[in-house]
Every structure is written in structure tokens, then in C-alpha cells.
């Protein structure tokens, strides 16, 4: 490629040393079109070598005590955080992101995984019984359980990464982590803190490359003994099929077809910013995004003219300005599929109020081949609709009528996913009972997007297996062991 001398070129992290690759993927700035980064493509050979790497490792990271490597965590937090801008302006410009979100939500989030992990590791606490009749007390003892193989998806790429790095070596586990390689730069940043950390070689691997070979060597490796995988269920399925011979521990956190429930009671001047928030933060490309939204018939006309109105003041364009909300899709491929489902929505007889096909898309000149989209609301859809059923994972949203809770909780329930859900009313009984109804792993009332990392996160049904969180994920990356002493 003649350009090639221009572009940035990343190295697989093996064993505490930065290794060129023999092939590589191009990579692309979303919010131009064009190729700005070479990314290994590797492969069952460099998986291989960062398996050895990490099982090499294992031993004197496992024997080191949770203070330990709690310091260490928080050095590398330390040290994330003293660069968080220039972190924040590569997820922007790999990701297409925009730079406000990249600075106020990815970054510190990740920093924040970090020292989350390095806490909770020093206060989590065994169990013990005692049995006087038999002379016996029993307790339970948790060690690491080796090698993890860790994937993570491209929306939030440092954030979802980190969210799975942390716990495992927190634990004493090493790990093996292939991030997505539409979104490789930031993981390849971060590399290159570990030694000023103190992370020991070996510890943390980063193999860069496309899920079908690296993704699938690592999965089938023998020796990773558990896999924690971020991204779509169509996936999800395969590595569910691919790890099944070496009965492997896996944590499956999936997609998304989340309901938004608004009743006649609900504070608008709350409920609306925030959905329409919870609707195209980050290009609607966030698991957790509100794709259909119920309202409660009496106020659906109100409701409908403000969402669209707060919608239209969202503005799309260079990730890069501060005064943006809506960046970049991920990709070329990934803009017409979003683009697709509006099209068949109108083919089914909705009604596009604004966004995508109705109004103009003005981009700089510098942005012109990005893969920009506007917020797009769609009306008079039916539930049987793709739209309604299917994971769009971009800025679309579907508004449509209810009237009663108990109908209401049917429709939002009828769906193969079951990952978050957001209740909007002024009625204690009320948002409990929904609550308590929803077939969703995450429901958030009167409110979106509030996290305790202490407490589980993960979904329902298609949405995925296990659960994440600080007891979750201590109890994922260790094995317990019972033991009993007679005396």
C-alpha cells in the first residue's frame, strides 16, 4: 500500500514485549471513510505464543497477595488517567465516537474498572460452618483459576475491556484478551503503561486480530479454561459450540432489544431528555440503548411531538467538536444495515418522523465519506416488526401506544432478548410491580444508565449467561473450594 508509511501500525502484546505481525487488517476512521490503522491479523500461532506467555506467568502472579495486586491495578489507573486525553481522542477517532462521550464516559470508566477491582479484591470474605455433632467445621477457600480468554466488542472498546481484564487479574488469573479489531488503539495504549504499572510480562497478553481466527484459537485453546465474551448472540453461539468439547466456564454478556415504559404519571421534563438520551448515546451502539418505547395512550401525542423535538436538537457531525452529540457509525457495513431496518420499517407502513430519509444530513467537507446517520424516530410500527424485534444497535428508536400495564408488560416481555428496561411513573406500587415483571437482567426507573458496579449486570434469554459485577465476577474468575477439618 503506498500509504502505508502514514498509517498507524499496531503490535500484538505478548509477554511484556510489543511482536509484529506477519499479515494485517486495514482499520478505518469512521467519521472519514478512510484507513488510518494497520491491525495484526493474527491468528492460532499468536494466540498460541500468548497462551504459553500467560500460563508462564500464572504461577507468580497467582502467589502474590490481593494487596499486591490491588497496588498494582491502581497504578495502571493512575497511569491511564494521566493520559486520559490522549486516550479519549483515539476512542474518538477509532471508535467515531464523539470526543465528549469518549472524555466523560469511556475513559474514566475505564480508569474507574481499574481502582473498582483493586477495592473489592481486599474485602470479599469466605464461608464457614461448623457441625458440633460431628466435630467438624467447614469453610470454603476461592484461588484463580488460570488462563482467561477475554473478548470484548468495538462500541465501548477500552470501557467493556477493562470492565473484564480488571476482575480477572485482580483475582490472580493472567489473561489472553482479543479485542475487537475495528476498535484496536486504545488496547494497544494501555499496553504500553503495563511495565511502568509493574504488571509482570506475561500477565496481560493482547493478541489484535478478526473473532473468526484469532478469536475462534482462542476460544478452542486447551488451555483456557474460561472465556468472557462482550457482543451478538449469533456469535455468542458459536463460542458456546467451539469451547462445549473443553467444558469451559463462560460468562455471555449479549444484544439488546430494550423497552422503555412510560406511563400517564411520568414527570416528561425528566422522562423525555433522558430517553431520547438513552435512545442515541454513542450512536445508539450501547447495549443498554432504548429501542422501543411504550407510552401510555392518553399522553402519547404530547409525548411524541416533545421526543421528536428533543431529538432534532441532537446534532450529528465531526466527532472531533465538542458541540456534537452524534458521532460516527462503527462502519460502511454496519451504516447500511441500520439504514436497511428504517427502510423496512416504511416498507411495513411505519411512519419515519424524524432522522434517516426525512431530513437533511449536513457533514463538513472533511466528513463527507464518514458514516454519519441522524437520530431517527419511527412511529405506527407494529411489534411484529424487525424494528421492533431484531437488535438495530444505532441511533433508531420505535415509539408506540399502550393502555394498560398489564398488556404493556406482555409486549415489552415479547421479545428473544432480555437484557435492561426502563420504567417512567410516579406510582411506587406501580414501578415495583413492573419491575418484578420484566423479563430483564437491568431495569432502571425514572432514571437510565445508573450503575452500581457492586451489584450484577447482565441479561435475561438471548441477552446472555452469568453475570458481572464485583461478587459475580470474583465468582466467575475463581474456583471455590469446600473444605472440612474434624476435630
Known amino acids: 500500500m503506498a500509504h502505508s508509511k502514514a498509517l498507524l501500525v499496531l503490535e500484538n502484546f505478548i509477554g511484556g514485549k510489543f511482536v509484529p505481525c506477519s499479515s494485517y487488517i486495514d482499520s478505518y476512521n469512521p467519521s472519514t471513510g478512510d484507513v488510518y490503522c494497520r491491525v495484526p491479523d493474527s491468528g492460532k500461532e499468536e494466540v498460541e505464543a500468548a497462551v504459553k506467555a500467560a500460563k508462564e506467568a500464572f504461577p507468580i502472579w497467582s502467589s502474590k497477595s490481593p494487596l499486591e495486586r490491588s497496588q498494582i491495578l491502581n497504578k495502571l489507573a493512575d497511569l491511564i488517567e494521566h493520559d486520559l486525553e490522549a486516550f479519549a481522542q483515539a476512542e474518538s477517532k477509532d471508535q467515531g465516537k464523539t470526543i465528549t462521550f469518549a472524555r466523560t464516559v469511556d475513559i474514566p470508566r475505564a480508569v474507574h474498572n481499574f481502582r473498582f477491582f483493586a477495592s473489592s479484591i481486599l474485602h470479599h470474605v469466605t464461608e464457614c460452618t461448623e457441625m458440633p455433632t460431628m466435630g467438624c467445621v467447614h469453610y470454603t477457600s476461592r484461588a484463580p483459576v488460570g488462563v482467561a480468554g477475554l473478548i470484548s466488542p468495538w462500541n465501548l472498546p477500552l470501557y467493556l475491556l477493562t470492565w473484564k481484564i480488571a476482575p480477572a487479574i485482580a483475582c490472580g488469573n493472567t489473561v489472553v484478551a482479543k479485542p475487537s479489531e475495528m476498535t484496536s488503539v486504545t488496547a494497544w495504549m494501555m499496553c504500553k503503561l503495563m511495565e511502568k504499572a509493574g504488571v509482570p510480562p506475561g ?53 439488546g432489544k430494550n423497552p422503555a415504559i412510560i406511563f400517564d404519571d411520568a414527570d416528561l421534563g425528566q422522562c423525555i431528555p433522558t430517553t431520547v438520551r438513552s435512545s442515541f448515546a454513542n450512536q445508539g451502539e450501547i447495549c443498554l440503548c432504548t429501542s422501543r418505547i411504550f407510552v401510555q395512550r392518553g399522553i402519547y401525542s404530547e409525548f411524541l411531538k416533545r421526543f421528536v423535538e428533543e431529538t432534532k436538537k441532537w446534532k450529528t457531525g465531526n466527532p472531533s467538536d465538542p458541540t456534537i452529540n452524534v458521532g460516527a457509525l462503527i462502519s460502511k457495513e454496519h451504516l447500511e444495515k441500520v439504514r436497511n431496518y428504517v427502510k423496512k420499517a416504511q416498507a411495513e407502513g411505519a411512519r419515519v418522523l424524524c432522522g434517516e430519509g426525512v431530513d437533511p444530513l449536513a457533514l463538513p467537507p472533511g466528513n463527507q465519506k464518514g458514516y454519519f446517520m441522524l437520530p431517527t424516530v419511527i412511529a405506527e410500527v407494529k411489534d411484529e416488526s424487525c424494528c421492533m424485534q431484531e437488535e438495530i444497535f444505532g441511533p433508531v428508536t420505535c415509539v408506540v401506544p399502550f393502555d394498560t400495564e398489564e398488556e404493556v408488560i406482555r409486549r415489552a416481555n415479547g421479545v428473544k432478548y432480555g437484557l435492561a428496561a426502563t420504567v417512567w411513573s410516579g406510582n411506587v406500587g406501580r414501578v ?49 473450594k469446600t473444605i472440612t477439618i474434624k476435630h
Request: charged letters at 20%; one cysteine or more; hydrophobic letters at 40%.
Open 203 to 255: 500477565v496481560v497478553n493482547v493478541v489484535f486480530g478478526a473473532g473468526a481466527k484469532a478469536g475462534e484459537a482462542l476460544v478452542c485453546h486447551p488451555d483456557v479454561p474460561l472465556i468472557s465474551f462482550t457482543g451478538s448472540t449469533l456469535t455468542a453461539q458459536r463460542i458456546t459450540e467451539k469451547s462445549a468439547p473443553h467444558c469451559k466456564r463462560l460468562s455471555l454478556e449479549l444484544g
Open 432 to 480: 415495583h410491580r413492573v419491575a418484578h415483571r420484566l423479563q430483564s437482567g437491568l431495569v432502571w426507573t425514572n432514571c437510565w444508565l445508573v450503575r452500581d458496579l457492586n451489584l450484577p449486570f447482565g441479561g435475561m434469554k438471548a441477552s446472555g449467561i452469568g453475570r458481572e459485577g464485583a461478587k459475580d465476577s470474583y465468582e466467575f474468575f475463581t474456583e471455590v
